[in-house]
């Protein structure tokens, strides 16, 4: 079976520093993992996604996902925080016919 | 494309009415969700469906009935509605499900109060 926990439920930063948003999975099977956020009272958007190519993967607004098999993790990072990224971030793994949620991350970004 | 499109956006229910959250998705995608989001928590699939009359329950269907007459409608009927079903729910559709896998899109969400 697959599932997926995100390490901290709350990630507070300072503008300008990097961000580290922790996901580690378990799955039978080689997964498919996403990363969504979702900014205030908006609806979900995809940020990045691996399916087995490169094990960096890049996506939107500068941030990037490392796939680490023997770790069996999936963490995303941003070098630089911007206040615009204040929002909830889902880890996301693919199972049998649906996607598994993990949990969420609320990250805080600080002046 | 307008892509996944919900109504209505915000609603207020009585316990015990019933309603029906409309979802329509115009990109031909086969895999359709329904999900419901609690504040401060991730997302619970309700129900989902593989194509047209084809529907299965997702982690919390109980108090929740679906239909999938045509590939791009999937609407969410609430019968008898309680306040435990004050939430936000998304639906959202893909190509395909599962590995190799492929991204959800998701409507912009309706926002449920049951008092």
């Known amino acids: 079976a697959q599932s997926v926990t995100q390490l901290d439920s709350h990630v507070s930063v300072s503008e300008g520093t990097p961000v580290l948003l922790r996901c580690n999975y378990s799955s039978s099977y080689s997964p498919s993992l996403f990363w969504y956020v979702q900014h205030p009272n908006k609806g979900l958007q995809l940020l990045l996604k691996?399916?087995?190519?490169a094990t960096l993967v890049k996506g939107i607004n500068g941030f990037e996902a490392e796939f680490k098999k023997s770790e069996t993790s999936f963490h995303l990072t941003k070098p630089s925080a911007h206040m615009s990224d204040a929002a909830e971030y889902f880890c996301v793994v693919s199972g049998t016919r649906k996607l598994i949620w993990g949990l969420g991350t609320s990250l805080a970004v600080n002046p | 494309n307008a892509g996944v499109t919900q109504t209505p956006k915000f609603r207020i229910l009585k316990i015990g009415q019933s309603m029906t959250l409309q979802c329509t998705q115009d990109m031909n995608h086969n895999y359709m969700y329904w999900y419901r989001q609690d504040p401060g928590m991730g997302l619970k699939l309700i129900y989902y469906s593989v194509g047209a009359g084809i529907t299965d329950k997702g982690e919390v269907p109980n108090g929740y009935n679906v239909s999938r007459s045509t590939t791009e409608d999937f609407p969410l009927r609430l019968e008898l509605a309680a306040p435990s079903q004050t939430s936000v729910y998304f639906c959202?559709?893909?190509?395909?499900?599962?590995?190799?896998?492929?991204?959800?899109?998701f409507g912009p969400g309706t926002r449920l109060t049951v008092t």
């Open positions: 959202a559709s893909s190509y395909l499900p599962g590995p190799p896998g492929d991204e959800q899109y």
């Open positions: 691996y399916t087995s190519a």
